[in-house]
């Protein structure tokens, strides 16, 4: 039943019991792989006929095909629709990557742990589809920092590593997150980010508080390390386009 007493739609109850096959086989598929896992193990966890379950998937790659799209496929939109909000500035933009991550990753923690397990293993077109779009997602987070880096609204950093770390962390989260720990995932989204904050913003009003020279100087190696990242990586980039 539907939560205002209404009897739910064939629509409904369909899309209901498919995500509900989903869950189950991202368990499976996280658990024992891709390769190792047939439609006879999700029909039996489900405890369903496999011509039930066909019902909803025609085939075991159709499944992961649907997994993929609502999980790599999901983030990386959120991730290109963050990157373009106007309305945000960078160290808004950076919490709320952080925060949004963290909440996508926790509400489908098998998904994700499935993705790790057997991304090698997915079939084709789908294996080609997750690479592009984890690549893709890997420009746009690097790509946000570098803009907050040349506005100097953060210090200069590698902005590659940055975000692998930012990723890496928030990913990571699938492995340990539980949804009846002790921990809301809003306050672990909020301190992640927090942390990712305290890395990324530049830290000149403290550091010249007290009008050292040592503390200027620092600025300027920070400064001055960046520019030299940027002339070697335009020197180099004749070189790799011959």
Same mark, same amino acid.
């Given at each position: 039943?539907?939560?205002?007493?209404?009897?739910?739609?064939?629509?409904?109850?369909?899309?209901?019991?498919?995500?509900?096959?989903?869950?189950?086989?991202?368990?499976?598929? +996280?658990?024992?792989?891709?390769?190792?896992?047939?439609?006879?193990?999700?029909?039996?966890?489900?405890?369903?006929?496999?011509?039930?379950?066909?019902?909803?998937?025609?085939?075991?790659?159709?499944?992961?095909?649907?997994?993929?799209?609502?999980?790599?496929?999901?983030?990386?939109?959120?991730?290109?629709?963050?990157?373009?909000?106007?309305?945000?500035?960078?160290?808004?933009?950076?919490?709320?990557?952080?925060?949004?991550?963290?909440?996508?990753? +926790?509400?489908?923690?098998?998904?994700?742990?499935?993705?790790?397990?057997?991304?090698?293993?997915?079939?084709?077109?789908?294996?080609?589809?997750?690479?592009?779009?984890?690549?893709?997602?890997?420009?746009?987070?690097?790509?946000?920092?570098?803009?907050?880096?040349?506005?100097?609204?953060?210090?200069?950093?590698?902005?590659?590593?940055?975000?692998?770390?930012?990723?890496?962390?928030?990913?990571?989260?699938?492995?340990?997150?539980?949804?009846?720990?002790?921990?809301?995932?809003?306050?672990?989204?909020?301190?992640?980010?927090?942390?990712?904050?305290?890395?990324?913003?530049?830290?000149?009003?403290?550091?010249?508080?007290?009008?050292?020279?040592?503390?200027?100087?620092?600025?300027?190696?920070?400064?001055? +390390?960046?520019?030299?990242?940027?002339?070697?990586?335009?020197?180099?980039?004749?070189?790799?386009?011959?």
């Amino acid at each position: 039943m539907s939560t205002d007493g209404r009897r739910a739609t064939p629509q409904a109850r369909r899309a209901l019991v498919a995500n509900e096959i989903l869950d189950k086989a991202a368990t499976i598929f +996280a658990d024992q792989g891709f390769a190792g896992t047939g439609i006879r193990d999700i029909a039996d966890a489900m405890e369903m006929s496999r011509p039930a379950v066909y019902h909803y998937f025609e085939t075991k790659e159709s499944l992961v095909q649907e997994l993929v799209a609502g999980v790599t496929g999901e983030i990386l939109q959120f991730i290109i629709e963050l990157r373009a909000d106007r309305h945000l500035d960078h160290r808004e933009k950076a919490h709320a990557l952080v925060e949004g991550l963290v909440r996508r990753v +926790a509400a489908r923690p098998a998904h994700m742990r499935l993705l790790a397990a057997s991304e090698r293993s997915l079939p084709e077109p789908i294996g080609s589809t997750h690479a592009e779009a984890k690549r893709d997602a890997l420009v746009e987070v690097r790509a946000m920092i570098a803009e907050g880096v040349a506005d100097g609204a953060f210090r200069p950093v590698d902005e590659r590593l940055a975000a692998l770390a930012i990723l890496g962390m928030c990913n990571w989260v699938a492995w340990w997150y539980r949804a009846d720990g002790d921990i809301p995932v809003e306050e672990i989204g909020a301190a992640l980010a927090d942390l990712v904050l305290e890395g990324l913003p530049r830290r000149q009003s403290r550091r010249l508080a007290d009008g050292s020279i040592g503390a200027a100087a620092a600025l300027l190696r920070e400064d001055l +390390a960046h520019l030299e990242r940027l002339i070697h990586a335009r020197e180099a980039a004749p070189r790799r386009k011959s």
